[in-house]
């Protein structure tokens, strides 16, 4: 045990200040014996020795209640084992400090920001002058503030008071990762953490370090800022689910509202809106932690590529995980290669993608024969029909592969033309059943039996589910039994497939088994073929969904595919910036690496004057779970020797005893206290019993 006031000792010569009264106050009284109380002696010899027993008992309380104020004084402390270094012992000190999104989390005194501000301020003023201090901020990347250590104190409060918390995300295990490679390197012998942070859930990754991050020679203290009752409801997801889009068509949206308080909410009002006009409302009532995803359908006034976003009217605790963006991308017009032998097959699907072959149509059939569609440029086409095509030149799959990777499709049909060892090459390496023969269709081969109404060629087509939708077919391809990757759309009653699925990178590929020619079925005149063949132009054009790789996330860097364009110069701009992207162009198209953006909002993708697309920005989905997770096995994970540092303690207090020991005064001072009552109550003597010395 040590003191830190031990000059004070000096007082405990004020002990003898008892005794030095007891001594003055003995009297002596001169003896003269009366016969007549010779009987009383014995008495009086008896009740001298229980006045003397009480004295001293008086005498050794006071004495040591007086011992036990000045021990207390002197403040004492049971020695750690870094109280064995010495109290002027340099210490390296790592704050790891939180200001990811949950720390914009509202509370009555202001965010968990800035509490966390206000106990950090406390903590530098508490570390000692010789302290190598620095600090790590909980960014996606972890920073450090500044360089190297530091003991200059005013420059590590000036760049906590100016900081602002982020709207992305930080990881706990990271930022202490780095905290011990700072303490690896150090020289000092003390070796401290103090991480403050609001423990939320998001700041842990979904799997924990096998191993503890700080060895236990490094003393850890964690502090815990922010309200844990604080309700939270959030828009945590956003995103346009339908695949087949087309003007005039209804635009499904699909959202998902969680509710991370204890507390149940009710209607709670939540809004979709489209370039700033609301398109649809409804109102949520949550359970406590319940999360739930809900539908919007509504139809878009004009075509392009639309920003978007879903809102909670209602703001709470945290409003920067209120609104949602998503991006709607509605084509204007869609640009369709019908590529085949010159005959009815190929004329008949051009008639059906295109029955006005007006200018302004939605879709834009160019009919072309196998040569002239190999001269052409693939990327002014939104979607390529293959329809009874023959044999296509060396080299076709690596060319259909990359037009896929941009997001587009592919729509294969067979017919009296139809190359099989050419066609079925490419196709069963991009995943679809090879084509072996063409065979007459019996009656169990010649009509649809099972049709996916449900699969998005068919979104919108029909009111109610029809009976029978089924063309007459007379002739079939039959497909090789090994297994691949592609599901079937339509069926037939023996089992075999009329329409196959396969998705390729981005793209897709539709093979139909059969033809539209007229010598080989009636789809031509069934009043499906035309809502087929455009649904599938649409399907395949690739907008449906598209809009979800425009919307990214805070904190993480992305790429996006974009078709070919003589230009690899982009601008992505926003209201306060704008930031310079070079694409690299692959085949088929375009990469264009965009790193990781620290801002939410909307932003415009720009060559020259031209705006190419918007893109919207979120906050980390996991942001809006703002309840604190600090549960054992996750603390276990940070290693060091931890403590748990209450809101109301004083950071002088918790340094001084990690560093010294424990501090003894309050004990001691107890001790004199129970001393004291003690002896009050011990020398209430009655008048009576008092006799002198």
């Known amino acids: 045990m040590t003191f830190l006031n031990s000059a004070l000792l000096a007082a405990l010569s004020l002990g003898l200040i008892p005794i030095l009264i007891h001594l003055l106050n003995r009297q002596r009284f001169k003896q003269v014996d009366f016969p007549t109380l010779r009987f009383l002696q014995e008495m009086q010899r008896q009740k001298m020795r229980r006045v003397r027993v009480r004295q001293w008992i008086l005498l050794a309380l006071r004495t040591l209640a007086i011992l036990a104020l000045v021990v207390a004084m002197a403040r004492p402390v049971l020695r750690s084992e870094m109280g064995l270094l010495g109290g002027d012992a340099r210490a390296s000190v790592v704050l790891v400090l939180d200001r990811s999104a949950s720390m914009r989390t509202e509370a009555p005194s202001g965010t968990r920001f800035r509490e ?52 992305s995300g930080g990881s706990l295990v990271d930022a202490v990762g780095v905290a011990r490679s700072i303490l690896g390197k150090s020289q000092n012998l003390l070796k401290e953490v103090y991480v403050l942070s609001d423990y939320s859930i998001s700041a842990w990754p979904e799997r924990l370090p096998e191993t503890p991050l700080l060895p236990d020679d490094v003393k850890l203290y964690v502090v815990h800022v922010g309200n844990v009752e604080d309700q939270n409801v959030g828009v945590v997801d956003a995103k346009i689910t339908s695949r087949l889009i087309a003007p005039g068509r209804p635009i499904e949206l699909s959202f998902t509202v969680a509710n991370s308080g204890d507390g149940a909410v009710t209607d709670r009002i939540v809004s979709a809106y489209l370039d700033g006009r609301r398109v649809a409302q409804t109102r949520l009532t949550l359970a ?24 909670l009217e209602d703001t709470d605790a945290l409003a920067d995980d209120d609104l ?25 699907t051009a008639l059906a993608l295109a029955p006005t072959g007006a200018a302004e149509a939605f879709v834009h059939a160019v009919e072309m024969t196998t040569e002239q569609f190999e001269g052409s440029d693939w990327n002014t086409y939104d979607a390529l029909f293959f329809v009874d095509a023959p044999a296509l030149a060396g080299g076709f799959e690596e060319r259909a592969r990359a037009y896929l990777q941009t997001g587009r499709g592919i729509f294969v049909t067979g017919g009296p033309n139809f190359d099989l060892r050419a066609h079925g090459v490419w196709m069963q390496a991009l995943g679809l059943p090879a084509p072996i023969d063409v065979e007459e269709a019996g009656e169990a081969l010649s009509r649809w039996s099972k049709v996916d109404l449900e699969h998005p060629l068919f979104e919108g087509v029909f009111l109610e589910k029809p009976a029978d939708i089924s063309p007459q077919f007379s002739k079939i391809l039959s497909t090789s039994k090994q297994r691949t990757v592609a599901s079937a759309i339509i069926e037939g009653a023996a089992g075999n497939v009329f329409l196959y699925e396969v998705t390729q990178g981005r793209g897709r590929v539709l093979f139909l088994t059969s033809s539209p020619d007229p010598q080989w079925s009636t789809m031509f005149r069934a009043g499906v073929f035309p809502p087929l063949m455009t649904g599938s132009a649409a399907y395949l054009a690739g907008f449906g969904g598209a809009g979800e790789q425009l919307a990214l996330t805070i904190g993480q860097s992305s790429e996006l595919v974009l078709r070919k364009n003589a230009d690899l110069q982009y601008d992505l701009t926003s209201n306060t910036n704008t930031l310079r992207l070079t694409a690299s162009p692959v085949s088929g198209g375009q990469v264009l690496k965009l790193p990781a953006l620290a801002d939410g909002g909307d932003y415009l993708l720009r060559q020259a004057d ?29 290693g060091g020797q931890m403590n748990a540092i209450e809101s109301s303690a004083s950071f002088g207090t918790i340094i001084r005893e990690g560093r010294f020991g424990r501090e003894l005064w309050k004990l001691f001072l107890m001790i004199a206290l129970g001393l004291l009552i003690a002896e009050m109550f011990i020398a209430r003597t009655p008048k009576t019993e008092a006799v002198p010395a």
């Open 116 to 167: 966390l501000q206000t106990r950090a301020q406390e903590l530098i003023e508490s570390l000692g002058s010789a302290d190598d201090i620095q600090i790590v901020w909980t960014d996606p990347t972890p920073q450090l503030f500044p360089d190297s250590p530091t003991q200059h104190h005013a420059l590590l409060r000036e760049a906590i008071e100016s900081a602002e918390p982020l709207e």
């Open 610 to 638: 031209r705006t190419v697309m918007p893109i919207v920005v979120n906050i980390p989905t996991g942001e809006s779970a703002i309840a604190p997770l600090m549960d054992d096995a996750h603390l276990a994970a940070l």
């Open 324 to 348: 949602r963006r998503f991006v709607l991308r509605v084509p204007s017009r869609l640009n369709i290669a019908v590529v085949g032998a010159d005959d009815a097959a190929r004329r008949l």
């Open 288 to 311: 406590a932690g319940e999360s739930r995803t809900e539908r919007f359908r509504f139809v878009p006034e004009s075509a392009g590529d639309q920003a978007g976003y879903v809102r």
